[in-house]
C-alpha cells in the first residue's frame, strides 16, 4: 500500500482533483483515480470529495493506493514462430494481436503466457512475475522480431544494450500518402498526449508530462499511388515511436486507428508495421548476431496488391 500527502502549489489551482492526480502519476489513468476517489481513498483536508472537485490553494490532498491483486500468470500452450533460439536467449516473430505481456484485462493469450509454457523454468525474473523474460516490447498490432531472455545475465547484457542504443532495431512500414524525401531523420521529443492519455505525441503542453527524447530515421523502399512503403530504424525506443513520428510529419501508418483518421480499402487491425531486423551483441558469445523476420502474410499481400 503507498499512501502520499502534499499540499497544493499555486499552479494547480482551480485543476479537478481527478486530473490533478493523473498529473502527479502519469503512470496511472484519469479514471483509475476516479474509481479511487469513489471508494475514498483520496480526501482533501481529511474530507472525501468528489472527482469533479476543484482544487484550491493549500488544500491538503492524501492518496491511498492499495497493493495491486497479484493474477497468477499460468503458461499457456500457444504455437510460438522461433527465429533463433539458445540457453540464453530467445527470438521470436510475433504474431499481429498478441499482446506482449498481461496487464489489466489481458491475462491470458498473451506472448509471456505463450513463452512460460514453451521455456518452463528457464526465463529471467528481472522484470517480476508479470514479465519473465521480457527486455523490451512492441505494440499488440505490431508483428516482428522480439528478443526473450531466459536468465537474469542475459536480460541485464540485452538490457545495457538497449539503454545505450546500440542494438539495431529495423522495421517495415506502410505510410499514407507520397513521402517526399528519399531518407531522413525525424528528432522529436515523445510524452503523453495532452488530452488524450491513451495517446502518445510530440506535442506536449506546459512541461506538466514527462517528455523523452525520440529519434527515428526512415528510409522510402517504393512509392505507390497513394502511400508509401518504408523502413524505419530506431534510435530510441519510446510508446508508439513511429506510429507518432510519422504521424506528426503528416504520414501515419496504414491501418492506425489511433493516429490516423485516413480510410483505406484494406480490412486491417491496426497499423500495417513490422518489426523486421533485431541485432545485437550476443550475452554468452559476445558477437553480433542478427535476425530478420519475414513479412507477415497479410503486409505481402497489400504489396502485391499495390504493385
Do not use: W
Amino acid at each position: 500500500m503507498k499512501q502520499d500527502t502534499f499540499e497544493l502549489e499555486a499552479e494547480y489551482e482551480g485543476e479537478r482533483l481527478d486530473k490533478y492526480l493523473s498529473i502527479l502519476y502519469p503512470e496511472q489513468s484519469r479514471s483509475f483515480f476516479q474509481k479511487l476517489i469513489k471508494d475514498g481513498h483520496v480526501l482533501v483536508n481529511d474530507t472525501p470529495e468528489k472527482a469533479n472537485y476543484r482544487l484550491r490553494v493549500e488544500d491538503l490532498i492524501s492518496v491511498t493506493i492499495p497493493d495491486a491483486v497479484e493474477t497468477p500468470i499460468l503458461p499457456e500452450n500457444i504455437p510460438l514462430d522461433i527465429l533463433y533460439e539458445d540457453d540464453d536467449l530467445l527470438v521470436v516473430n510475433k504474431p499481429k494481436g498478441m499482446v506482449v505481456h498481461p496487464s489489466a484485462g489481458h491475462y491470458t493469450g498473451t506472448l509471456v503466457n505463450a513463452i512460460m509454457y514453451h521455456c518452463k523454468d528457464s526465463l529471467s525474473g528481472i522484470n517480476g512475475e508479470i514479465r519473465p523474460g521480457i527486455v523490451h516490447r512492441i505494440d499488440m498490432d505490431t508483428t516482428g522480431s522480439l528478443i526473450v531472455c531466459k536468465n537474469d545475465e542475459s536480460h541485464i547484457f540485452i538490457a545495457e544494450q538497449i539503454k545505450e542504443h546500440s542494438v539495431t532495431r529495423k522495421y517495415r512500414g506502410i505510410v499514407y500518402g507520397g513521402v517526399s524525401d528519399d531518407e531522413g531523420t525525424i528528432d522529436a521529443p515523445i510524452g503523453r498526449h495532452p488530452t488524450d492519455r491513451k495517446k502518445m505525441s510530440t506535442h506536449c503542453k506546459n512541461g506538466r508530462e514527462a517528455i523523452t527524447p525520440a529519434v527515428t530515421h526512415y528510409r522510402v523502399l517504393q512509392r505507390f499511388e497513394r502511400y508509401t512503403y518504408m523502413e524505419f530504424q530506431l534510435e530510441t525506443g519510446r510508446t508508439h515511436q513511429i506510429r507518432v513520428h510519422m504521424a506528426s510529419i503528416g504520414h501515419p501508418l496504414l491501418g492506425d486507428a489511433v493516429y490516423s483518421s485516413g480510410k483505406s480499402p484494406y480490412h486491417l487491425q491496426g497499423q500495417t508495421l513490422h518489426a523486421m531486423t533485431i541485432g545485437f551483441i550476443h550475452p554468452a558469445t559476445r558477437e553480433y548476431l542478427e535476425i530478420t523476420a519475414p513479412l507477415p502474410d497479410y503486409f505481402e499481400k497489400i504489396l502485391r496488391d499495390l504493385r
